[in-house]
Each structure stands twice: as structure tokens, then as C-alpha cells.
């Protein structure tokens, strides 16, 4: 017994692959915008480019769709795909996911591990990560909320040339914490 059609279940329907940019018959507009190389930039009818695209033996495609005209290259599509995937993975690479480091003081942090502490979060913020500090209060301690208090502000006027504090001192729980965040460097 055969198995009725189903349409889109049916195992011999194929599927187009959908391609990211519009090329040759697909672009649907009476007039294009054609950039690129070995080719005058300019307004010319879809009719005029797909003409130069063959006489060229390449593809004419759609670049930029929300433009009025929109704009269109003759380029070989395949190595154009090539091109910007490899362009997107370069980008990829050299961006970095910035971390959060984390800085732990309790309310009777001395100077030196103050002054020690301090210079690990100007390394981490000249690395480009985030730094969470915070004053841990244990037991008792809960009652200098103060000294908690003051002890992050003066660690955000330490860090002010490397950092920008986020918000001022806050509790969470049994924690006081801030965050600073790295100043954007000037481009010279």
C-alpha cells in the first residue's frame, strides 16, 4: 500500500538553499547602484548590469538591499563569501570576551594588601576585564558597614585613571561589592 503525498514531509521534496545576498536574476529592481572594481561607479538599469556581469563571465550581486537604488558589485559570488567569512573570522579572533575578576577585602583590610590588591585590579582593568570588588563581612564584622563602605570608595580613587566605577557601593547578602569597568583607550 502507498503512503499518501504529504507535501513538505514527502521525502523526495528538495529544498532551495537560501543564499544570504540576492544575485543575478533574483534582484527584482528596475535600477541598481553598481561599485566596485573594473567597473564606473553609477546608476544602471538591472538590464545593463546583468549584462556586464556576463559579458565579465561573473555574478552581479546585491550588496546592500535597503538602499534606494540598492547597491550591487560584479564579483565572483562564491569568492565573495570566501572573503567574508574569512573577514568575519579574523574578527572573531582578535576580539576578546572580557572576564570578570574578582577582588575580596574584609572590613579590617591593611594598607599593604590594600596597596597589592589594588595593583592587580589596575592590571586586570589595563587587560580589558572587568573587576568586581568586594568586602566580604563575616560574624560580627556586619555591624562596620562603614568601614566596608569606605574601603571601596578608596579603592575606586585608586583605580581611577585605569577605571570607571559602575555604581556606587551596594549590598548583597553578607557583601558590599562595586564594579569598575575599563576606561576606553584614546586612539591616538
Known sequence: MALPNR???NPNFRRQVQQEHRTNQMIRVPQVRLVGDNVEP???STFDAMKMAQEKALDLVEISPNADPPVCRIIDYNKF???KRKKEKEMKAKSKASEVKEIRFTPGTDDHDFDFKAK???KFLQEGNKVKAYVQFRGRAIMFKERGELLLLKFAERLGETGVLEGMPKMEGKRMLVIF???AKKKA
Request: aromatic share 20%.
Open 7 to 9: 507535501g513538505r514531509f
Open 42 to 44: 553609477g546608476v544602471y
Open 81 to 83: 563569501l570566501y572573503e
Open 120 to 122: 592587580h585590579a589596575e
Open 181 to 183: 569597568a575599563p576606561k
